[in-house]
């Protein structure tokens, strides 16, 4: 990632109106075990987290956004913008402050208030979660994005199957009700992406893409999935 002041490429702080008034802070106490020591002492080092507080980003997650808007262009002025996985707000919180008309969100945590967004206390995965989030929205979102991930296992290949299955349904939920034009981005896993997903990806979408932005840790496995153009649904 360049070293260059944001402002310079097009990056500015957001207003703390935007945050709620909450800055993110981070306290450090006594770990019950190394695993949650090493979480604490991660957080605390990591340039990013500190970006995030210096710049008012609810968390380090929406570098990963501006990054990946960077280089595809998801965001622009007026879009509607359905957000899954939605928690604490990083991803709604970029789109708001790149224009997005309206977004809504969806998360099993609570995610604090955000002048522009709704946001609905429930599982993605739940059969009324894709009415009650069109509901809300008004309209086909012109983005989807999910941020979803399984809590980890520990064991590689069962986080991968997890995840997957998460980016899965957020992609035939994308094309279930995109606007054609619209774009799809979501997390996944190397190797944990389905290749015959990926198929009708590819035959849904003008542009379908994989990327691991700078503010992805390079010890982390996750990779992004960027699908740009969408064909429209067969009548």
């Given at each position: ?72 262009g998801l965001l622009k002025k007026g ?111 190397q190797g944990g992406v389905d290749a ?10 003008a542009e379908v893409k994989h990327a ?24």
């Open positions: 990632m360049s070293d260059e002041p944001e402002e310079k490429r097009g990056w500015k702080k957001p207003a703390e109106a935007s945050t709620g008034g909450r800055k993110l802070a981070i306290k450090s106490r006594k770990a019950k075990n190394e695993s949650s020591k090493n979480w604490i002492e991660r957080q605390l080092n990591d340039p990013y987290v500190q970006r995030a507080i210096a710049d008012g980003w609810r968390a380090r997650s929406a570098y990963k956004l501006l990054e990946l808007d960077e280089k595809f879009l509607r913008v359905c957000d899954l996985g939605a928690a604490p707000g990083g991803w709604a919180q970029v789109a708001l402050y790149k224009g997005a008309a309206k977004v809504v969100g969806i998360d099993l945590l609570h995610v604090t208030p955000m002048e522009g967004a709704v946001f609905l206390l429930m599982d993605f995965l739940d059969d009324d979660a894709p009415a009650a989030l069109m509901a809300e929205l008004g309209g086909p979102p012109d983005l989807v994005m999910s941020d979803m991930a399984a809590n980890t296992t520990g064991h590689r290949a069962t986080d991968q199957i997890k995840t997957g299955a998460l980016a899965e349904a957020a992609a035939h939920f994308a094309m279930d009700v995109l606007a054609p034009g619209g774009a799809f981005v979501t997390k996944a896993f015959a997903l990926l198929a009708e990806l590819k035959r849904n979408f691991k932005p700078p503010a992805s840790r390079a010890g982390s496995p996750e990779i992004f999935l960027v699908a740009k153009g969408f064909r429209g649904r067969p009548r």
